[in-house]
């Protein structure tokens, strides 16, 4: 939208004519239609959106084309004696897994649990009496299951054998673990820490508003757009999930950005208002040019915010492809809610805005204290002040710090998510653990390659036997089994009769074959280097490498090939809007390296504490595994990129509206910082409150995005863009707006205005 701008004789200064467009026109005329247009739409979203959650999976980590992920899908549908997704620990009520009534009750659960719709395979110790599946005890044995059909599928399928396992039958104590189950409870609990997150952050969201407002109207007006933001927040999830694959985390994440970020920008529309009535403006004119002016940077700030989560989509995973549509579809609807809900409010609210005021009492008491500095932003005029008087020293400084930060970052390992992502009282994380404890050699993560039988050139059972012997003598290689036996360092191990018929019946089908090899380092993150040594092996015919460790190689080598054409796409996006916004070279490159800078310390305090297991009595108990998910750092860096951007295009705004108003670069940026440095600081602490939130979440996977974007918008509203951000641009100049001749004519067509 174009603003028409007027010379103003007395101050000197351009000044947005308040002559109301089309669209502002019909906001102001039909202002009371619009809000209950907007209240029956949040009504209808409230309806649309109820289930949201039932539609989420808490999986989908992995891209489905990757070698790993074809491997465990043709295991899973052709191999009943592939590798279980949910493994059952039964436990005799009396007695030990033999006796008379355990072992019938043992095998009739059995026989339950093999006509259950969705199981493709049981493998039972009352069924195959393998000593691997019984406790050295003998107080307990495992059941083991392979459930068909996807992870969703699988997950319905555990939901329903959990809940008929529920009763304690006196004969036998049924616990579960496994994939299926993890999967299952993190669903469930990312749901429980949705409704406990809710109930933190809007008291101290309301809070915050009234200490930065004082009205309980004015504070009022930002969280009803927040809380309508959260409500089409659930529509367009169910929505998405519809079309494509959701993540579970997608629930808790987007509800926390879609409610900070419209907070965020009603608070900046609000406070513009407020300083527009207090110059003396009509309500209407108030409201005009808020909508030009603050309304204008709202948009521009979603769009930048849109930007940096559209690179998610460059990456073939589900789950990160998932929170960028949903993130990008949030963000827009943040900003419109913001836009035409809050100006229609202001102006039915108009000048009873701040009424209602809560510390009225307090605030009288201050203010000839006030009116004698004459300064109502005193703090941050002598940052500004601060700034500006040794920029050389601040710059120096700040740097160091966020260098310091970084240096844990060079110890980055990558891993996956296992059922140490739940709480370790959960149910199912005490019996992965006894499992681990109890059951070693069922709790073993073999790399799995699957040979795909060929009708027309099958493979002999010499080449299969000569391929699993090579592989045996590999470095990192414990042992191999096949359908044939088991190698260790290239010799086979003699088997009986039984051990062979079970052998044979748990690697073959009628689709070929498979072949477990158990690496020596029980972490996937350290067993690495064995699934490149077998997928350089020649083998007997095209295969698949699969298992935790094969993913894990995959999921960091797509990361890897596709991490430099996201930073392009933000890098690019972001240069290309703040030079149409500010019509300079050197700013938005100053950006990119100071929003660079902040994020990689933001990283190395994630590594410090998540992957080394330091500060856990600050950030709340959680189970460290040596290593950071491979997703997740990616996803922070998006999100935080684009929350960094939202704060300097705030900066900027004024600091370039300043100097457009004649000021120098030095005033411009004085004025900048002092008018920005409360607004944004409350905005950050709104957005701190959400994140921390999240950050209090049991899931570990919630836990580090929230302290990471929690790091992230602190570092950026306090030391980045109150110190970092003005002393380079005082330290610049008035080469802070400078660009090419051609450049220039081009911004002064294209270039972004009110």
Not at 143 to 155: K, V
Not at 400 to 415: D, E, N, Q, S, T
Not at 475 to 501: F, K, L, N
Not at 658 to 665: F, L
Request: glycine share 8%; net charge negative; hydrophobic share 50%.
């Amino acid at each position: 939208m174009a603003t028409t701008v007027v010379h103003d004789e007395r101050s000197g200064k351009r000044e947005p004519e308040t002559e109301a467009g089309p669209f502002l026109r019909v906001l102001l005329r039909r202002r009371g239609l619009v809000l209950v247009a907007a209240l029956l739409l949040m009504i209808l979203a409230g309806v649309v959106g109820r289930d949201a959650g039932d539609k989420l999976t808490s999986g989908a980590y992995l891209d489905p084309s990757a070698e790993s992920q074809r491997a465990a899908a043709l295991l899973t549908q052709e191999f009943p004696g592939g590798p279980p997704n949910l493994i059952l620990i039964a436990e005799a009520g009396k007695g030990t897994v033999e006796s008379p009534a355990t072992l019938a009750s043992g095998r009739e659960l059995t026989a339950q649990l093999a006509e259950t719709p969705g199981v493709g395979a049981v493998h039972s110790y009352w069924a195959t009496p393998d000593p691997s599946l019984r406790a050295d005890d003998g107080r307990s044995a495992l059941i083991a299951l392979q459930l068909t059909g996807g992870e969703h599928a699988a997950q319905e399928t555990a939901a329903r054998i959990i809940d008929d396992l529920g009763e304690d039958s006196g004969t036998l104590r049924v616990s579960a673990t496994g994939p299926a189950a993890v999967g299952l409870a993190v669903d469930e609990q990312a749901e429980s820490d949705l409704v406990s997150a809710e109930m933190v952050t809007l008291p101290i969201t309301l809070l915050v508003l009234l200490l930065v407002f004082g009205s309980a109207i004015a504070a009022g007006l930002p969280l009803l757009v927040g809380a309508g933001a959260v409500v089409g927040t659930l529509a367009v999830l169910g929505l998405l999930a519809e079309a494509t694959t959701m993540s579970t985390y997608a629930l808790n994440l987007t509800t926390a950005l879609g409610f900070g970020l419209a907070v965020d920008y009603s608070l900046f529309l609000v406070t513009r208002f407020r300083e527009e009535r207090r110059a003396g403006r009509t309500v209407e004119d108030a409201v005009v040019i808020t909508v030009r002016t603050a309304g204008r940077t709202v948009v521009f700030s979603a769009l930048t915010v849109a930007l940096s989560l559209s690179a998610l989509l460059l990456f073939p995973m589900p789950f990160l492809r998932s929170l960028g549509y949903a993130g990008i579809a949030i963000t827009a609807l943040a900003a419109l809610t913001a836009v035409v809900l809050i100006p229609a409010m202001l102006a039915l609210v108009g000048h009873r805005l701040d009424r209602v005021d809560l510390f009225a009492p307090i605030r009288r008491r201050f203010t000839r204290r006030r009116a004698r500095v004459g300064e109502d932003r005193l703090t941050w005029h002598r940052i500004a002040a601060l700034v500006m008087r040794r920029p050389v020293l601040i710059l120096v400084s700040v740097s160091a710090v966020l260098i310091l930060l970084v240096l844990p970052f060079a110890g980055v390992r990558f891993g996956l998510l296992d059922h140490r992502t739940l709480p370790a009282d959960h149910p199912v994380a005490k019996t992965a653990e006894r499992l681990a404890r109890d059951y070693p050699s069922a709790a073993e993560d073999p790399i799995t390659v699957v040979v795909p039988g060929r009708e027309a050139t099958p493979v002999g059972e010499d080449e299969l036997d000569q391929y699993a012997a090579r592989l045996s003598t590999l470095p990192g290689v414990a042992t191999v089994e096949t359908a044939t036996g088991r190698y260790v360092d290239g010799q086979t191990t003699a088997t009986t009769g039984q051990q062979a018929d079970r052998l044979n019946a748990s690697y073959t089908s009628a689709a070929g074959t498979w072949v477990a090899v158990t690496p020596s380092a029980a972490d996937p993150a350290d067993a690495r280097s064995v699934v490149r040594d077998i997928r350089d092996q020649p083998a007997p015919g095209p295969v698949l490498v699969g298992g935790s460790a094969a993913t894990l190689v995959d999921a960091t080598d797509t990361i890897a090939d596709r991490l430099p054409w996201a930073l392009g796409v933000i890098a690019l996006s972001t240069f290309v809007l703040l030079f149409l916004f500010t019509g300079s070279l050197l700013i938005p490159l100053k950006a990119i390296v100071t929003n660079l800078l902040s994020l990689s310390a933001t990283f190395g305090a994630l590594v410090y504490v998540f992957q080394e297991g330091n500060l856990r009595w600050l950030v709340g108990d959680f189970t460290p595994t040596g290593t950071l998910e491979t997703t997740l750092p990616v996803l922070v860096f998006c999100i935080a990129f684009g929350l960094s951007m939202d704060y300097e295009v705030f900066l900027l705004s004024r600091i370039t509206e300043a100097h457009r108003n004649g000021a120098t670069t030095t005033e411009a940026v004085a004025q900048g910082l002092q008018r920005t440095g409360g607004l944004i600081t409350a905005a950050a602490a709104i957005l701190v409150t959400v994140f921390l939130a999240l950050a209090a979440s049991n899931l570990t996977a919630l836990k580090v995005i929230g302290v990471g974007l929690t790091l992230a918008v602190i570092l950026d509203a306090t030391i980045v863009r109150g110190l970092l951000v003005p002393a380079i641009m005082r330290l610049a100049g008035e080469a802070n707006w400078w660009a090419p001749a051609p450049l220039r004519r081009m911004h002064s067509r294209l270039g972004l205005t009110d």
